[in-house]
């Protein structure tokens, strides 16, 4: 069974240009969630989607956003990006179950802003 | 908003030792609660979990937690570490049913052969 796919892992980006990360998650799983790893602020949830709906939401600014398609890939964007913004963004898939059940993660996205 | 506390920043042990990791969080209502763990180069992965039940937990590896929810507290142990134990260990709540995990900053363990 394929793991969480992230793409892509590296990219650079500078100040003010806006990025799309891309997250496939394992086959069944209908949510989806995304969080930023950095070194000062360890990892923030974003936000989690299910079935193409927005279901919770983390304290990130609104140029962070996301979506989720029928076949649950999701995809995040960061518009006007800020230095601060370099991270390591992970995707995490799920299955659809009442609890919050097991999380699995990808490799991530490594962004760096210059 | 809920917090989660590791106490232990880095820890360096030699292999056969002990294990204890301390996690705590400030979320009074009922929570789930995990561990997880990031080696070199991988991604994270789930050691356990505690949703109800038997407050002690088993895991993978040999670990196992123990929730002690007047203390609200979901301490990692293993009674003897190895060499391959060498990772990043993250402790992380959730609301119950909200599946929105906060994670603690993580205790990097290092194991000496």
């Known amino acids: 069974k394929a793991g969480v796919t992230q793409t892509p892992r590296y990219l650079i980006k500078t100040r003010g240009q806006q990025v799309t990360l891309s997250c496939s998650p394992i086959?069944?799983?209908?949510?989806v969630s995304w969080y930023q790893q950095t070194p000062g602020q360890g990892l923030q949830f974003l936000f989690e989607?299910?079935?193409?709906?927005?279901?919770n939401k983390g304290n990130f600014p609104g140029r962070f956003s996301g979506r989720q398609f029928s076949n649950s890939r999701s995809e995040m964007n960061v518009s006007t990006l800020e230095l601060g913004d370099s991270a390591l963004y992970l995707c995490a898939s799920g299955t659809s179950g009442g609890d919050t059940g097991e999380l699995f993660f990808g490799e991530g996205s490594r962004l760096t802003v210059l | 908003a809920q917090s989660v506390s590791q106490h232990n920043h880095h820890v360096i042990l030699s292999e056969a030792a002990s294990l204890e990791l301390g996690c705590n969080y400030s979320y009074g209502g009922t929570v789930n609660l995990f561990w997880y763990v990031q080696y070199p180069g991988q991604h994270l992965q789930l050691l356990l979990k505690?949703?109800?039940?038997?407050?002690l937990v088993k895991g993978i590896k040999g670990f196992e937690a123990e929730f002690i929810k007047s203390k609200f507290s979901f301490n990692l142990r293993k009674p003897s570490v190895q060499w391959s134990d060498t990772a990043e260990y993250f402790c992380?709540?959730?609301?119950?049913?909200?599946?929105?995990?906060?994670f603690g900053s993580g205790t990097r363990l290092q194991v000496q052969p």
């Open positions: 086959s069944g799983h209908r949510s």
């Open positions: 505690y949703f109800s039940g038997d407050p």
């Open positions: 989607y299910f079935s193409e709906t927005q279901r």
């Open positions: 992380a709540v959730n609301e119950g049913g909200r599946r929105a995990l906060t």
